[in-house]
């Protein structure tokens, strides 16, 4: 019975170690028309107190494979094209605006289809994060001609098992 109950716990375990994590950004919800925020990852009141916010830092120390994970709506019937940027940082301590690379930078494009919801995945592969312990949004834009609505931007952790022969 001992034995049954440790597999059971173990195989758990296991499992649960094998699963993905995911982040939030914290981006911010609405994302007006012809606007582009841009600034090292932040949570920045803008002028006139308009807030925008590219969110903050995610750790990635350790990891080689990611996701990125974006959710939002148009609010018109018209489609919303968004183009993110990311950008890395190699410090140990959460990064300040000065430690932020600003080339390369990598940008990521995803088209909303009227005001349906638009939920995109992508994978950045190990060139992306290389020897960085920080990713963060350094900006977004809207290109389109209507707000952008109800936006989430998750970074996805990956852990890949090893494996022994």
């Keep these: 019975m001992k034995s049954t109950l440790r597999f059971a716990v173990g195989t758990l ?14 981006i911010t919800n609405t994302i007006a028309t012809a606007v ?14 308009v807030g925008y916010c590219t ?14 994970w974006l959710s939002c709506a148009g609010a018109s019937g018209t ?3 968004l183009t993110i940027q990311l950008c890395r940082a190699g410090t140990d301590r959460p990064p300040q605006a000065t430690d932020w690379e600003t080339s390369p930078q990598w940008s ?13 995945c992508t994978n950045l592969d190990a060139c992306v994060v290389g020897p960085a312990n920080w990713l963060g949004i350094y900006s977004i834009t809207n290109s389109g001609n ?6 989430s ?11 022994y022969p």
């Design 79 to 81: 489609n919303q094209t």
């Design 36 to 49: 582009a925020y841009v600034s090292p990852p932040s949570n920045s009141i803008g002028t006139n107190g």
């Design 153 to 163: 931007a998750w970074l996805v952790k990956k852990i890949i098992p090893i494996r």
């Design 108 to 120: 990521l494009t995803a088209t909303t289809s009227g005001t349906n919801r638009l939920v995109w």
């Design 146 to 151: 209507g707000l952008v609505t109800n936006c």
């Design 13 to 26: 375990a296991l499992a649960l170690l094998a699963s993905a994590r995911a982040e939030s950004f914290n």
């Design 55 to 68: 969110g903050g830092a995610i750790n990635t120390a350790n990891y080689q494979q990611l996701g990125f």
